[in-house]
C-alpha cells in the first residue's frame, strides 16, 4: 500500500530564510508525486509534481522538489520564504490504475516577520 | 474559469439529517473523488468516480453514498448525519492519465450538532 509521512507538523521560520519541508512515501512502483498548499479557508493549490526525468522539478511561486529514490524522498524548498508563504503543504503520491493520490498528513508553516 | 464549483460553502445539520454536498467541474475531467479533512489527519478519500458510470470505496466510506450524475458532475450524500461527520469536505477532479494532478474545489464546511 502507498503512503506518505510528513515528518514535521509544525515549522517556524523567519521571513527571507530558506525553507525544507521533508516528505517520504512508500510506493511499490515509480511514484508520481505532488506537492499541494492549502491557505486557511481555501482549497489546495498544486505547487509542483514529479513524474520523470529531471529529479529537481521547478514549481509555483519559487519552489522546488527534489526527487531521490534511494532515500524514497520529495522534499519541498525555497531559497527565501516570504510572508504569504504561510500555509499548510501536503505531500502525496500516486500513480495506480485507478488514480487514486494519498496524501500526507501536512506541515503548517508558520513565517515570523 | 471556474475550475471545481462546490455548493454549499458551509452547513450546520443537527444529528439524524440528511444532505447531499454538490459538486461539479467544467474542465472535462474524467476522473472525480470526495475527501474528508480533519485537523492532524490530513486528507482522506470517502469516495472517487475514475470516470462516469462508476464510483468505489475510498478510505472511510462508511456513512456516506455518491452519486456520478453526469461527466460534470459528482455528489456526496449523508443519509443520517452523525457528530463524527463534522468535518471539512473537498471535491477534486482529475483528467485522463495517472500522472495528472487533481484539482481542488474551496470546500464545503459541516458541522454537525
Known amino acids: 500500500a502507498q503512503s506518505v509521512t510528513q515528518p514535521d507538523i509544525h515549522i517556524t521560520v523567519s521571513e527571507g530564510a530558506s525553507l525544507e519541508l521533508r516528505c517520504n512515501y512508500s510506493?511499490?512502483?515509480?511514484?508520481?508525486l505532488f506537492w499541494y498548499v492549502q491557505s486557511p479557508g481555501q482549497g489546495l493549490q498544486l505547487l509542483l509534481k514529479?513524474?520523470?526525468?529531471?529529479?529537481l522539478v521547478q514549481g509555483i511561486k519559487g519552489f522546488e522538489a527534489e526527487f531521490k529514490r534511494s532515500q524514497s524522498s520529495f522534499n519541498l524548498r525555497k531559497p527565501s520564504v516570504h510572508w504569504s508563504d504561510a500555509a499548510e503543504y501536503f505531500c502525496?503520491?500516486?500513480?495506480?490504475?485507478?488514480?487514486?493520490?494519498?496524501f500526507g498528513k501536512g506541515t503548517l508553516l508558520t513565517v515570523n516577520p | 474559469n471556474a475550475g471545481v464549483t462546490q455548493t454549499p460553502k458551509f452547513q450546520v445539520l443537527k444529528t439524524g439529517q440528511s444532505m447531499t454536498l454538490q459538486c461539479a467541474q467544467d474542465?472535462?475531467?474524467?476522473?472525480m473523488y470526495w475527501y474528508r479533512q480533519d485537523p492532524g489527519m490530513g486528507l482522506r478519500l470517502i469516495y472517487y468516480?475514475?470516470?462516469?458510470?462508476?464510483?468505489d470505496k475510498g478510505e472511510v466510506p462508511n456513512g456516506y453514498n455518491v452519486s456520478r450524475l453526469n461527466k460534470r458532475e459528482f455528489s456526496l450524500r449523508l443519509e443520517s448525519a452523525a457528530p463524527s461527520q463534522t468535518s471539512v469536505y473537498f471535491c477534486?477532479?482529475?483528467?485522463?492519465?495517472?500522472?495528472?494532478?487533481?484539482?481542488f474545489g474551496d470546500g464545503t464546511r459541516l458541522s454537525i450538532l
Open positions: 477534486a477532479s482529475s483528467g485522463p492519465g495517472r500522472n495528472q494532478p487533481q484539482h
Open positions: 474542465m472535462n475531467h474524467n476522473s
Open positions: 510506493y511499490g512502483a515509480t511514484p508520481y
Open positions: 468516480s475514475a470516470s462516469e458510470g462508476t464510483t
Open positions: 514529479y513524474f520523470s526525468g529531471d529529479t
Open positions: 502525496a503520491v500516486g500513480g495506480g490504475s485507478n488514480y487514486k493520490l494519498t
